[in-house]
């Protein structure tokens, strides 16, 4: 159980372009599903924290404007990267919470990255 | 802010024990968790610690020292398999939720 998907698993898209990539909970419900990048051979940084029916918190630092979140349903998020640029080639995970009881309070089950190249 | 600190590096041999320490300065702290992550692959859950003491899970043991801020993975009988980055993850309150902050990650390499 606790099934993350992402799609696309990778896309090369050109600068200037937007990036829609879907972040779905495959068998449970996810009250609250997180997004992170990640650089090669460095640490997942947190990007923004989105709750079912409400508007995202973002990190300090992250353009909300850029990176548009949204988490229409209990178990589908989306991440648009819009007007991508080069510097924003990275991987980006999804991870989605289950309903805040017991352990699944605290575990986060990871989708499998989504590969963005932009050239 | 958040940060936590951890070795990035280690060389073990395949059958043998390693421990991967961290180090954390959080607010909010609730508790530390770890990961394991594979090369291109996405981090894999591998133990929780809210409280003191030792968490045994299998291969797999995790340690948690609150009044020390610190915490270690280990990892007892050594397969090639287990070469990857693991993470410690502080767990704490955040904006509106709960939320995960990452140590930069230990890469592990078992040797025959």
């Known amino acids: 159980g606790a099934v993350v998907s992402q799609h696309p698993s990778w896309v090369i898209c050109k600068s200037g372009t937007s990036v829609k990539i879907e972040c779905r909970s495959l068998?449970?419900?996810?009250?609250?599903m997180f997004w992170y990048r990640q650089f090669p051979k460095q640490s997942l940084m947190l990007m923004a924290t989105?709750?079912?029916?409400?508007?995202?918190?973002?990190e300090q630092g992250v353009e909300k404007d850029k990176f548009l979140i949204n988490h229409a349903s209990l178990t589908l998020s989306t991440l648009t990267v819009t007007s991508a640029h080069p510097e924003d080639s990275s991987f980006y995970i999804c991870?989605?919470?289950?309903?805040?009881?017991?352990?699944?309070?605290?575990?986060?089950?990871f989708g499998p990255g989504t590969r963005l190249t932009v050239t | 802010g958040q940060s936590l600190e951890q070795p990035s590096e280690v060389t073990a041999v395949e059958g043998a024990i390693v421990q991967i320490n961290c180090t954390y300065q959080?607010?909010?702290?609730?508790?530390l968790s770890w990961y394991q992550q594979h090369d291109g692959g996405a981090p894999t859950f591998l133990s929780y610690?809210?409280?003191?003491g030792l968490e045994e899970t299998g291969r797999f043991s995790s340690f948690l020292s609150r009044s020390d801020s610190y915490g270690y993975l280990l990892l007892q009988e050594l397969q090639m398999k287990d070469s990857a980055s693991y993470f410690c993850?502080?767990?704490?309150?955040?904006?509106?939720?709960?939320?995960?902050?990452f140590g930069k990650g230990t890469k592990l390499s078992v040797i025959p």
């Open positions: 991870s989605a919470r289950d309903a805040p009881s017991g352990r699944s309070l605290y575990e986060q089950y």
């Open positions: 068998d449970f419900q996810a009250t609250t």
């Open positions: 989105s709750n079912e029916g409400s508007k995202a918190t973002y």
């Open positions: 959080t607010s909010g702290f609730y508790g």
């Open positions: 610690n809210a409280l003191d």
């Open positions: 993850a502080a767990y704490h309150s955040g904006a509106g939720s709960y939320q995960l902050t």
